[in-house]
């Protein structure tokens, strides 16, 4: 039960750190790009006030902007102007403050998220790297302290003179009482660091670092917001210890 509920957490913040903030935003901005500026729509009674005409293509770069939290997609927005239908709802300067609610909103989420890992955010404090059963792969033991349950990044490598090596990475949701045994193949080290060899000592960094996301279908977050308000310094911790293998 146990290792199901492990492989549980790791795919669904795998799924997660999949996310695109780039990709996601150059495909939003090259489907507006492509409606003809001209086409419209108005005498929508049943929008609410203020959206009952618009530019399709003005219409599509507001949303864009909200929703990649992008005041530049602003300027591509402009109002089309109805007689009996109003269109104040998509405009330049409507793009810029439903941009600027949402980035205070983000920025909001992100203080709570600081907050609680301030009070009691999950740290190694140790980590073992044992044989597996088998006799020839291993086993990565880390222990930990810390009350904010919540997912985290696990990251282990063997640091060498030519740069780190990887182990193992994925994300995981922690809180006080986990207690992961994670496995590794030795072929796996091999493939990432040809001069590995038994019996030897090597120097073993684990790193955890908070998952604050991405925000959501509300509004996504780029890597520089998330840098800019919760920094990776912030929220991430390293250990190294010597370990024999």
């Known amino acids: ?8 957490c790791v795919f669904a913040t795998s799924n997660a750190l999949a996310f695109d903030y780039g990709d996601a935003h150059s495909k939003a901005v090259k489907t ?3 409606i003809d500026a001209s ?14 005409s618009y530019y399709e293509r003005s219409k599509c770069f507001q949303e864009a902007a909200i929703q ?13 102007r109805s007689l009996f239908s109003s269109s104040w709802g998509y405009t330049a300067a409507r793009c810029r403050q ?4 949402g980035v205070g909103a983000d920025r909001a989420a992100l203080e709570t998220l600081k907050g609680g890992y301030a009070a009691g955010g999950i740290a190694l404090s140790d980590v073992r790297i044992e044989r597996n059963g088998n006799g020839r792969d291993f086993d990565i033991i880390p222990a930990f302290t810390g009350t904010f ?17 990887l182990l193992h990475a994925a994300g995981y949701h922690l809180d006080a009482t986990s207690r992961l045994r994670l496995y590794v193949r030795q072929s796996e080290i091999r493939e990432r660091f040809p001069s590995f060899a038994l019996d030897r000592t090597y120097s073993v960094r684990a790193t955890v670092l908070l998952d604050v996301g991405f925000g959501g279908q509300a509004g996504y977050w780029s890597p520089a917001f998330v840098e800019s308000v919760f920094p990776v310094r912030e929220r991430s911790q390293s250990i190294t210890r010597q370990i024999t293998f």
């Open 39 to 52: 086409r419209s729509q108005s005498g929508l009674l049943f929008n609410p006030a203020g959206y009952r």
């Open 32 to 34: 507006c790009e492509a």
């Open 1 to 8: 039960m146990g290792g199901l509920l492990v492989a549980a």
């Open 98 to 101: 439903l941009v600027a609610d």
């Open 149 to 165: 349950a919540h997912g985290y990044t696990l990251t282990f490598e063997i640091v060498t003179p030519s740069g780190p090596a």
């Open 68 to 80: 990649f939290r992008d005041r530049a997609l602003c300027d591509q927005v402009r109002e089309r």
